[in-house]
């Protein structure tokens, strides 16, 4: 792993997804899911030969999981280490792991030579239906790596139970740089016999959660007052 060069998907190809977002302010927050089209537009640049989807700024509602192809990236507005309380390209969801829980899939899965970049996720039900912040939702990882060369670039989680699995997959070349916020029982599970990989700039600080306002995040405030005693 070259850890003076960011990671790149197969090619310069960019294709900007349209789909509905909330934006604004005061806990405005998307009511439509868009994992159906996300994939659909993923999947879109996977068969142009590879490039990047860009997510304009706004906050999406993905409530299934979604795989990113070998050679693809997912990129949203930021181009920079961001917090909590920061705006920008934001992936909302309510996905729990289904019938299986904490044991199912993903929510963004990475396949061999994969990226997600600029991006916050959140996860929107992590103290609700009788969870709560003494015992809140368990749920799989957010992100995992699916093969080699996979690659998690400014990615911010602002509310969830566990950040990026590198270990449930040979993930050798791997490449992280920067992810903040506030996973609650994990930040990374690296493993699976993968060598070579490279990982810097981790900011899990327990102070972010005094900066999930719902002001700028679009987090309800349930959530904010669930994880925030400000």
């Not at 093969?147 to 400014?154: A, L, R």
């Not at 993930?171 to 996973?183: A, E, M, R």
């Amino acid at each position: 792993t070259n850890i003076a060069v960011h990671p790149k998907p197969a090619s310069d190809n960019v294709l900007k997804a349209d789909l509905a977002r909330a934006t604004g302010y005061n806990n405005n927050r998307p009511t439509r899911d868009v994992s159906a089209e996300l994939q659909s537009a993923l999947d879109a640049v996977k068969a142009a030969g590879g490039g990047t989807l860009y997510l304009p700024a706004g906050r999406y509602l993905v409530d299934q999981p979604i795989k990113v192809p070998a050679g693809v990236e997912l990129r949203g507005s930021w181009d920079v280490q961001h917090h909590t309380q920061s705006g920008g390209t934001a992936l909302f969801t309510n996905y729990d792991g289904g019938a299986t829980g904490e044991s199912g899939a993903s929510l963004i899965q990475l396949e061999a030579g994969a990226g997600i970049r600029g991006i916050t996720l959140a996860q929107l039900n992590i103290a609700s239906d009788g969870f709560t912040a003494a015992n809140p939702r368990k749920t799989p990882f957010m992100i995992q790596g699916q093969g080699p060369k996979v690659y998690i670039i400014n990615v911010t989680i602002a509310v969830g139970d566990k950040g990026i699995d590198l270990a449930s997959y040979d993930t050798s070349g791997h490449y992280v740089d920067y992810l903040g916020g506030v996973p609650l029982r994990a930040g990374i599970w690296v493993g699976g016999g993968a060598e070579g990989g490279f990982i810097r700039n981790m900011q899990l600080n327990p102070q972010l959660r005094f900066k999930t306002s719902g002001r700028r995040t679009g987090l309800s405030e349930s959530i904010h007052d669930a994880f925030c005693t400000v």
